[in-house]
Nanobody, 121 residues
């Protein structure tokens, strides 16, 4: 069992940056690949980025502005988002998966409650 808690969301101006954090409970954090997803009202949850359990490999929907990282010793995964646009406004969720670098929500076993990022124009 893994419990995930996101933080770091808030209101930011377009062009700004924000770093989201996801803290995991339990001692098995390092056996999971981790992903970030986002969702806006009325739309499906969409993939943003994933990182392998070792942290060596990453996979992005858009690598030009976002960076995913993790510190296994701290049971934490991060999402650094730069050059934010109003269309990045969404609830952001972290999730844990046994599958390698998956972009599918179906492959993720545990989810956080989400943190909202609002980008103003």
């Amino acid at each position: 069992q893994v419990q995930l808690v996101e933080s770091g969301g808030g209101l930011v101006q377009a062009g700004g940056s924000v770093r989201l954090s996801c803290a995991a409970s339990g001692r098995t954090f390092s056996v999971y690949d981790m992903g970030w997803f986002r969702q806006t009202p009325g739309k499906d949850r969409e993939f943003v980025a994933a990182i392998s359990r070792s942290g060596v490999s990453t996979y992005y929907r858009d690598s030009s502005r976002f960076t995913i990282s993790r510190v296994n010793a701290m049971n934490t995964v991060y999402l650094q988002m730069n050059s934010l646009k109003p269309e990045d406004t969404a609830d952001y969720y972290c999730a844990a998966s046994r599958k390698l670098l998956s972009s599918s929500t179906f492959d993720y076993d545990y989810w956080g409650q989400g943190t909202r990022v609002t980008v103003s124009s």
